[in-house]
């Protein structure tokens, strides 16, 4: 292997529910750098075949479940011997996704909309002005005035790209953040209190809360197609930037007693904006290498896709869903980030028909200078072939 094509070995990847990563291969979690623990036993446990005849089940009476109690006693006989130690959340989680898989999509639907309007109808804000966007409350001044601009020229003007794909900025103003920490901390407070299950973000993150799930999702929807959109059609145009139409907003939170780093993933999305709330903590950067496709989503990374980011509250990080990354440890204090991931349906239905993604994947885009490399090699061997042949 040539000096220029030093790469970074990646690893065998995990299985994953919930769309933790995007398109045919949704189901695999890449598993690269130490998760401590992060990875929900779900990736790769499986049911038994035969159940425990020697295991006493828990009771889940007083728990607030998508299912009959009774179902989920039933089913622990069926888990796998290492599970059965777990506490009766970690057991449920795992559960719970194996049931939900087999309710018909319409039913799924109409289950998750019960559940927000249960939520909806029963908590009451902390902040209701979060509820509306407010450009002068929400956003620094350079920020506003390069998206009203609306320019190559005038974004450039606010934002860096320290790695390629990866585009930081200056974005949300302190007030704000405290005031959305303030209603996260006050969500999670009337979770507490009623005994409200919540549905957690995704399967990697054990802590946060899905905004849309308590009545922000206007108010992000707004955000995308207002402020995120212009960017992403002017840096993200290959892979939709410019038909973002739906999103999935959401906060996490890392540090003492909250998960503590994430597992080398993709997301499930196009565009992936990733602010920083606060608070006070170390550690916790993320770590980029670089962007695939889902065939080539485990292969090594190049050198010059090697970056890692250190947080600061207020500014984005903005990126492709499919660039593959993870955080490392928070390893003091407490760190909680908004993300808001953008999708596209237009792009998804036109990415069935393709084969070339040489324009955003980087391992496609190597392979294709590779043949264009081979093939004008061979042309010149050829075509030197028939010089000698003509003079002899």
Same mark, same amino acid.
């Given at each position: 292997?040539?000096?220029?094509? !030093?790469?970074?070995?990646?690893?065998?990847?995990?299985?994953?529910?919930?769309?933790?990563? $995007?398109?045919?291969?949704?189901?695999?979690?890449?598993?690269?750098?130490?998760?401590?623990?992060?990875?929900?036993?779900?990736?790769?446990?499986?049911?038994?075949?035969?159940?425990?005849?020697?295991?006493?089940?828990?009771?889940?009476?007083?728990?607030?479940?998508? &299912?009959?109690?009774?179902?989920?006693?039933?089913?622990?006989?069926?888990?796998?011997?290492?599970?059965?130690?777990?506490?009766?959340?970690?057991?449920?989680?795992?559960?719970?996704?194996?049931?939900?898989?087999?309710?018909?999509?319409?039913?799924?639907?109409? !289950?998750?909309?019960?559940?927000?309007?249960?939520?909806?109808?029963?908590?009451?804000?902390?902040?209701r002005e979060l509820y509306n966007l407010h450009i002068g409350n929400f956003f620094v001044p350079p920020?506003?005035?390069?998206?009203?601009?609306?320019?190559?020229?005038?974004?450039?003007?606010?934002?860096?790209?320290?790695?390629?794909?990866?585009?930081?900025?200056?974005?949300?103003?302190?007030?704000?953040?405290?005031?959305?920490?303030?209603?996260?901390?006050n969500f999670e407070k009337w979770v507490n209190e009623a005994k409200f299950r919540i549905m957690r973000?995704?399967?990697?993150?054990?802590?946060?809360?899905?905004?849309?799930? &308590?009545?922000?999702?206007?108010?992000?929807?707004?955000?995308?197609?207002?402020?995120? !959109?212009?960017?992403?059609?002017?840096?993200?145009?290959?892979?939709?930037?410019?038909?973002?139409?739906?999103?999935?907003?959401?906060?996490?939170?890392?540090?003492?007693?909250?998960?503590?780093?994430?597992?080398?993933?993709?997301?499930?999305?196009?565009?992936?904006?990733?602010?920083?709330?606060?608070?006070?903590?170390?550690?916790?950067?993320?770590?980029?290498?670089?962007?695939?496709?889902?065939?080539?989503?485990?292969?090594?990374?190049?050198?010059?896709?090697?970056?890692?980011?250190?947080?600061?509250?207020?500014?984005?990080?903005?990126?492709?869903?499919?660039?593959?990354?993870?955080?490392?440890?928070?390893?003091?204090?407490?760190?909680?980030?908004?993300l808001l991931w953008c999708r596209s349906s237009v792009f998804r239905e036109m990415k069935r028909y393709?084969?070339?993604?040489?324009?955003?994947?980087?391992?496609?885009?190597?392979?294709?200078?590779?043949?264009?490399?081979?093939?004008?090699?061979?042309?010149? $061997?050829?075509?030197?072939?028939?010089?000698?042949?003509?003079?002899?």
């Amino acid at each position: 292997m040539s000096s220029g094509d !030093r790469r970074e070995a990646a690893p065998a990847a995990g299985e994953v529910k919930n769309g933790v990563v $995007s398109g045919d291969l949704s189901q695999r979690q890449i598993q690269s750098e130490p998760a401590s623990g992060v990875v929900a036993p779900s990736q790769n446990q499986r049911l038994r075949l035969n159940p425990s005849k020697d295991h006493k089940p828990e009771s889940y009476d007083d728990m607030q479940l998508d &299912f009959s109690p009774s179902i989920f006693s039933s089913l622990e006989r069926y888990l796998p011997p290492p599970m059965l130690g777990l506490n009766r959340e970690e057991k449920v989680k795992f559960m719970r996704e194996i049931l939900m898989k087999y309710l018909p999509q319409g039913e799924r639907t109409r !289950r998750h909309r019960d559940y927000r309007q249960k939520i909806i109808t029963n908590y009451q804000p902390l902040h209701r002005e979060l509820y509306n966007l407010h450009i002068g409350n929400f956003f620094v001044p350079p920020f506003v005035k390069a998206i009203q601009d609306n320019t190559e020229e005038s974004f450039r003007s606010i934002i860096s790209e320290p790695s390629p794909g990866v585009f930081t900025f200056e974005m949300l103003q302190p007030r704000f953040c405290e005031l959305l920490l303030a209603e996260v901390e006050n969500f999670e407070k009337w979770v507490n209190e009623a005994k409200f299950r919540i549905m957690r973000p995704n399967t990697m993150n054990k802590y946060g809360a899905v905004l849309d799930d &308590f009545g922000l999702e206007t108010m992000l929807d707004k955000l995308m197609e207002t402020y995120i !959109r212009p960017l992403s059609k002017v840096f993200f145009a290959e892979v939709g930037g410019s038909t973002l139409d739906s999103h999935h907003g959401f906060v996490v939170e890392y540090g003492k007693d909250r998960d503590v780093d994430l597992g080398f993933h993709v997301d499930d999305s196009e565009v992936t904006l990733n602010v920083c709330l606060g608070k006070q903590f170390t550690g916790g950067e993320l770590f980029f290498r670089g962007t695939r496709c889902e065939k080539h989503v485990n292969t090594g990374s190049q050198t010059e896709e090697i970056f890692d980011y250190s947080h600061v509250p207020g500014r984005a990080v903005l990126h492709r869903g499919r660039h593959r990354h993870g955080a490392r440890a928070t390893t003091s204090g407490h760190r909680v980030n908004l993300l808001l991931w953008c999708r596209s349906s237009v792009f998804r239905e036109m990415k069935r028909y393709q084969k070339d993604f040489s324009s955003w994947c980087g391992e496609c885009f190597r392979e294709k200078k590779e043949r264009q490399r081979l093939s004008i090699a061979a042309t010149k $061997s050829e075509l030197l072939k028939q010089e000698g042949e003509s003079t002899t």
